[in-house]
Each structure stands twice: as C-alpha cells, then as structure tokens.
C-alpha cells in the first residue's frame, strides 16, 4: 500500500496563467502516473513518470502543456500550462506498487477551476 | 469508444438492500479487471482486482464477479449502507506488461437513502 499527498486540494486560476501540483508518496516508488477526470466522466491517463527518465505522454497530450518533473522515487509534479476553462478538472497522481496485478492507489486529487 | 462500459449510470437504493452492478468490457488482450469505489472529493479506492482465471472475489459487503468468455463483470454490495453512497468504477487492465495502461468505465453512481 501507499499513501499519496496532493497539493493543493483545490484551486481557482485565471485564463492564460500556469499552476504546479505536487504529489508525495509515503515511499519509494517506481511508476507514478498523472491522470485528469473531468465532471461525470472517467478517468484518462495524462502521462506516466518514471524517475531518471522523461514523462511518456499519451495521445492528446504534451509536455510543453503539461509538463511533468519526477526528481526522486518518492515525489512529482504536475504543471498545467498556460490554462483555458478547458482546463477545470481534477487532476489525480497515482502509483503502482507490486507486481503488474496489484492495485493502483491514488491521490484525493486537485480540484482546478479555471476563470 | 470506450472500451469499458458500465451500467447502470446511476442508481438509488434503500439502506440495507441489495444492489448489483455491471461491467462489459472489450479490452484485450486482457490482464485484470479491477472495482474501485470513488467517495464525492476523494480518490479511488481499490474494491477488488481479478485476473484471467479468477471469477469470484469478495472485499467484505463487495462480490465482485468475472466471466473472461463473455467479458463481463459485475459488482454485487450486499446489505447496502449509507456510507456506499459513491461512485464505482470498473477498470481494465488491457497488457500484460504495460503499467498503467488502464481502460476506465465512466462509473456507476449509487446512492443509498435511509
């Protein structure tokens, strides 16, 4: 198990402006993952971080958007760049510990709003 | 399209009933299938997680279910209590070694009323 941190809980920024989100985890950890859930909808995988290397993005999303820094095993960020109302979401950091059949376990999420 | 499909979208049940959930999925090649149950501002929390050869598994009032021919699953919550009241999200683990390629239902959201 794994407990994760998210900061901050929730935000409300202005059009055009850029803000960081940071996870913790409570140990070391392989595989984090940033995920984005929009209102009523499933959850869709932005990216996976893995230290020591560059975030792999999936399709629909890059990193000059949504860069992502990953300086240690136990912690990560999430920048949304240059946000639209497009944007308002609830960004989530995940991470998997164990073998490919153990559960992920997430963060409560960041709750981004965006005038 | 979605390749997991969840139904009902949402449901209202009386405390202490029985509600059952399901899942139809078209994911493969197929890992594991995974309930997680999503409380209003929280996270996800892992219900249970089963793999090719398991049909059956239990996390207290939760019975999950799997049937890998027909690709379907359900999510039995036995006894329903208030503190059910969430959304349950089906998960498919489409690779057999590709962390965090997951195919997320869109969730059903239960609601349960004293």
């Known amino acids: 198990s794994a407990v994760i941190s998210q900061k901050p809980s929730r935000d409300i920024c202005q059009r055009g402006t850029s803000l960081t989100i940071q996870c913790q985890v409570d140990?070391?950890?392989?595989?984090m993952f940033w995920y984005r859930q929009q209102p009523g909808q499933s959850l869709t995988l932005i990216a996976t971080?893995?230290?020591?290397?560059?975030?792999?993005?999936e399709s629909g999303f890059v990193i000059d958007k949504f860069p992502i820094s990953r300086p240690n095993l136990t912690f990560s960020t999430l920048t949304v760049s240059n946000m639209s109302p497009e944007d308002s979401s609830i960004y989530l950091c995940s991470v998997a510990v164990g073998g490919i059949n153990q559960p992920q376990h997430f963060g409560d999420g960041t709750r981004l709003s965006i005038l | 399209k979605n390749q997991v499909e969840q139904s009902p979208q949402s449901l209202i049940i009386l405390e202490g009933k029985n509600c059952t959930l399901q899942?139809?999925?078209?994911?493969?090649?197929?890992?594991?299938l995974r309930w997680y149950k999503q409380d209003t501002g929280r996270g996800p929390v892992s219900l249970t997680i089963m793999t090719f050869s398991e049909n059956t598994k239990s996390n207290g009032r939760y019975t999950a279910t799997l049937d890998a021919d027909t690709k379907q699953s359900s999510l039995h919550i036995t006894a329903s209590q208030l503190s059910d009241s969430a959304s349950y999200i089906c998960v498919v683990s489409g690779t057999t070694d590709s962390w965090g390629k997951l195919q997320f239902g869109a969730g059903t959201q239960v609601v349960v009323t004293p």
């Open positions: 140990s070391q950890v392989t595989m």
């Open positions: 971080a893995n230290q020591g290397s560059e975030a792999t993005y």
């Open positions: 899942c139809n999925y078209t994911v493969s090649p197929f890992s594991n």
